[in-house]
């Protein structure tokens, strides 16, 4: 089978395949709809509806509980950060649940359990929702869905105004992927790799020392803090399927701003990063589940680094790079001196990670 002419595996793994399956299909059919300020071709982690940002994503991962996590944390928090990173506060949820034959009732409740504690930790309720059950197959247990909706905050308003001081001619309302211009700095929160590591470490069967585990959690109450506290965002991703390289090559595309990172700067475990070699994975292209990328004006990123540092989520935090118009694309300054292009990469080299 071709990805020419069927739906592989890569179609679903967040990388160039996906893109240009979303871009050729998915646009095609639902982009055009006017009045909508951040619309489907967009293509940004959420849709912005009058002053609601809305989201929807469907979690497949394999196996459904993994090292540090479980399927509907990843359900809640995945759709809670999408929404989150266009600076939108999210409040209600919807759940849709597909259920297989089979699928042990105490592992259900678990997994319900998981929502629960995860909705509480991020301050959002699960409001409304659906049920349906499918003949045993190759589902792995359950297939869940999270939609949700985020509204603006004072926070974000004064994220904004900090932005204008030193941007003058700077519009938007929202944190979006566009907004990144030359000389911005570019803050990663954290170590990158820790999910796709371990998700992969469970599929497998293999054990990697013995504690990588799932960054997996919701970043709302993070964000929140961020642009009410320090300010100057103009941009932020959750660096989840196609990992970090397809984060920035999506900033990059879409603010038409080249992107320069340096290797010594990024975080990552030393147990993931031997775990990488070992599996020839780059960790770059590899999912995140509880980290965020973030564009900022100069002026503000040491400020955001430091706020960051003192934060559970955010202490291992770093400014890896910088926008440029020296070039077009992604580019690494790597320890040895030389400089690599980061492209898109084709898919997450992780199968079903989310
Ligand atoms: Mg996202």
Known sequence: MSEKNHITMLHGAGGSVM???????????????????????ALDDAAVVGDIVLKSDSHAVKPIFFPGGDIGRLAVSGTVNDI?????????????????EGLALTDFEKILASMQRTCREAGVNIVTGDTKVVEKGSLGGCVVNVSGIGRRTKALERNLTIVRRFRSDFEARWV??????PGDKIILSGTIGDHGVAVLSAQEGLSFGNSIKSDVKPLNRLIQRLLENVGGLVAMKD???????????EFSEKSRVGILIYED?????????????????????????????IGAVKEKAEEILNFLKKTDEGKEAEIIGE???????VAMQTVVGGKRIIPRPVGDPVPRIC
Do not use: Q
Request: with cysteine.
């Open 323 to 329: 926008a440029t118009d020296a070039f077009s694309g």
């Open 176 to 181: 979006l992927d566009s907004n990144i211009r």
């Open 84 to 100: 989150s990173v266009l600076g939108a506060e999210p409040y209600a949820l919807a759940c849709g649940f597909i259920l297989e």
């Open 19 to 41: 893109h240009e399956l979303v871009k050729n299909y998915i646009v095609k059919y639902f982009g055009g709809a006017e009045g909508f300020e951040v619309p489907i071709e």
């Open 239 to 249: 660096p989840t399927r196609g990992g970090l390289a397809d984060a920035l090559n």
């Open 265 to 293: 700067k990024i975080p990552i475990r030393k147990d993931v990063k031997a775990a990488c070699e070992m599996l020839g994975l780059d960790p770059l292209e590899v999912g995140n589940e509880g980290k965020i990328v």
